[in-house]
T-cell receptor, first 114, second 118 residues
Framework: GEDVEQSLFLSVREGDSSVINCTYT??????LYWYKQEPGAGLQLLTY?????DMKQDQRLTVLLNKKDKHLSLRIADTQTGDSAIYFC??????????????FGKGTKLSVIP | DVKVTQSSRYLVKRTGEKVFLECVQD?????MFWYRQDPGLGLRLIYF???????EKGDIPEGYSVSREKKERFSLILESASTNQTSMYLC?????????????????FGNGTRLTVT
């Protein structure tokens, strides 16, 4: 079946950039998402990108998609202590059934050192 | 803003008890989902519903059932709780965009219910 892989941990210093990487196997992936989970909370949608895009920027967040290599990354500029959380990559095919076929990675725990 | 509300943040139940986890969304979403989240295993889909009274099994439905009597409410039921059902349970919803649409609206999650079965 489909698989989404992420490294489990990332540690950065406050003010540096963070880059969280994700690889996926499903070549029919149409939507790729980044979710953030703060301690004790549910998942919050950060951003998403369609497979026909290479890049999406939203304030401090930059998403890069390499469809050929099935590689997705999330860059957080000027990382702050409030960015400490678990970040989940997820992918889904297009079409009406896409919601039911969402596949999540296991999450990357980002620790920001003051 | 979409709001998905799970009625309990923490629950402690005994083995063999019947447990109800409730979820309500306020955005008239057609689709609702129940996931469980465990360390090292990520999120796994238990059940989902695409309409009132409609339900479909996800990846790990064993030991669970669901109920959707109203569009805004989706309940997860543990008929006889067991210790291996100790977990964080997350409810989510999104809108149905139709059979011909290629648009897939993102899932919106509740804050989760941490269930401990002793």
């Amino acid at each position: 079946g489909e698989d989404v892989e992420q490294s489990l941990f990332l540690s950065v210093r406050e003010g540096d950039s963070s880059v969280i990487n994700c690889t996926y196997t499903d070549s029919s992936s149409t939507y790729l998402y980044w979710y953030k989970q703060e301690p004790g909370a549910g998942l919050q949608l950060l951003t998403y990108i369609f497979s026909n895009m290479d890049m999406k920027q939203d304030q401090r967040l930059t998403v890069l998609l390499n469809k050929k290599d099935k590689h997705l990354s999330l860059r957080i500029a000027d990382t702050q202590t409030g960015d400490s959380a678990i970040y989940f990559c997820a992918e889904a095919p297009g079409g009406w059934a896409g919601s039911y076929q969402l596949t999540f990675g296991k999450g990357t725990k980002l620790s920001v050192i003051p | 803003d979409v709001k998905v509300t799970q009625s309990s943040r923490y629950l402690v139940k005994r083995t063999g008890e019947k447990v109800f986890l409730e979820c309500v969304q306020d955005m008239d979403h057609e689709n609702m989902f129940w996931y469980r989240q465990d360390p090292g295993l990520g999120l796994r889909l238990i059940y989902f519903s695409y309409d009132v009274k409609m339900k479909e099994k996800g990846d790990i439905p064993e030991g669970y059932s669901v109920s959707r009597e109203k569009k805004e409410r989706f309940s997860l039921i543990l008929e006889s709780a067991s210790t291996n059902q100790t977990s964080m349970y997350l409810c989510a919803s999104n809108s149905e965009t139709g059979y011909t649409s290629s648009y897939n609206s993102p899932l919106h999650f509740g804050n989760g219910t941490r269930l401990t079965v002793t």
